[in-house]
């Protein structure tokens, strides 16, 4: 099992920046890709950004040039730096961890961005 706990949520103003971490525990195994997913009311959950433990990455379109994601894993940690944020990003924002124990999910940390 993997316990995912995820920090860094908030309100902030349309253009302002906040930093999502997530800290995972509990695994015996490598921790694999971890990642971002959001879900704003009403709509189902998507991906924002995710990193390999190499430290390859990937974007959805709608946050390219705005948000960063890095990880160290030496601390099983994964940061989500996001900036220039849009009354459109506000969402619930789950972590996400894979091993080969299976996919794991954090509980969400809620950012709202005001316009």
Do not use: H
């Amino acid at each position: 099992q993997v316990q995912l706990v995820e920090s860094g949520g908030g309100l902030v103003q349309t253009g302002g920046s906040l930093r999502l971490s997530c800290a995972a525990s509990g695994s015996r195994f490598r921790v694999n890709t971890m990642g971002w997913y959001r879900q704003a009311p009403g709509k189902q959950r998507d991906l924002v950004a995710t990193v390999t433990s190499g430290g390859a990455t990937t974007y959805a379109d709608s946050v390219k040039g705005r948000f960063t994601i890095s990880r160290n894993n030496a601390q099983n940690t994964v940061y989500l730096q996001m900036n220039s944020l849009k009354p459109e990003d506000t969402a619930v924002y789950y972590c996400n961890a894979n091993s080969i124990t299976g996919r794991y999910w954090g509980r969400g940390t809620q950012v709202t961005v005001s316009s």
